[in-house]
């Protein structure tokens, strides 16, 4: 385990923001360049996972294990949010035959 | 210290191919990678109850799912609907000032370089659940309700509408 702890010494918190900054702005590039629901789904979930990586690196960094807590909670979380809404792309696949984003332009009106 | 630049390289390399990457069964293969570089990280970080529940939850449960409703619905290459060159470019200008503005507001925040000392004890799991169980107890039964709550919400919204059907 010690030589786990070494791996990480050295390595600046800010190199940890910017990294998981970078993370998360590919995510927000995903969920505006692509069209297909499931695929921005998954984008939304790169985004909760790099804030959960910067959650985990800000509490060991303070010696704080309710960040950690937090971390878990965000994952249960998202378990919830893939779940109901998937079964809603299913339903809107089994209407529309079609995983677009645009055809739910409808529901505007 | 390198291994967390080459790992944070290949969580970046792969996430970007998770977007770009044409096919979305490819995608979701590639996202499970990025995940699975997440779970190194979390290593580094010596947070293992951390590690091992990303690696379960998210890898084996939630991507399994979006796997599969991949598969449900025969998605592939030739149905995948993509944007305008206009939109993207748009796009990847919208996403770049978005990093730019993050990477701004780290320099005018000087938050303290100190470095990241990990804590050998905090993320071990006999630690995290005496918090979890001590201070988090009804947060931590609230968010068995709200996955209860989901399960039933996706059955009902996934099942099959017989008396619509009957009735049209």
């Known amino acids: ?109 | 210290m390198t291994l967390f630049y080459f790992v944070a390289f290949l969580s970046i390399f792969f996430a970007l191919m998770t977007i770009f990457t044409k096919n979305p069964v490819h995608s979701v293969l590639y996202l499970v990678i990025t995940f699975f570089t997440f779970t190194v990280h979390y290593i580094l970080l010596n947070a293992q109850f951390l590690a091992v529940v990303n690696f379960i939850a998210y890898m084996g449960a939630i991507m399994v799912l979006f796997l599969f409703v991949l598969m449900l619905l025969n998605l592939n290459k030739e149905t995948e609907p993509m944007r305008s060159h206009v939109v993207k470019f748009m796009g990847a200008i919208a996403g770049m000032c978005l990093l730019i503005t993050f990477l701004g507001a780290f320099r005018v925040l000087e938050t303290d370089t100190g470095l990241v000392v990990a804590d050998p004890e905090i993320g071990l799991v006999k630690n995290l659940g005496k918090v979890l169980f001590k201070d988090f107890l009804l947060p931590f039964e609230i968010s068995s309700i709200l996955l209860l709550t989901a399960m039933v919400g996706a059955v009902l919204l996934a099942k099959k509408e017989t008396r619509v059907k009957q009735n049209g």
């Open chain 1, 1 to 109: 385990m010690d030589n786990i702890i070494q791996q990480i010494h050295g390595v600046p918190l800010n190199h940890y923001l910017i990294f998981c900054s970078v993370i998360f702005s590919i995510g927000v590039l995903g969920v505006l360049i692509r069209r297909n629901v499931i695929i921005i789904m998954m984008s939304i979930e790169l985004m909760l996972n790099s804030v959960n990586l910067l959650l985990a690196a800000f509490s060991a960094h303070s010696g704080d294990p309710s960040g950690q807590v937090f971390v878990f909670f965000i994952m249960a979380l998202a378990a919830a949010e893939v779940a109901v809404g998937l079964a809603i792309i299913i339903m809107v696949y089994r209407n529309t035959k079609s995983v677009d984003i645009e055809t739910l332009s409808r529901l505007r009106w």
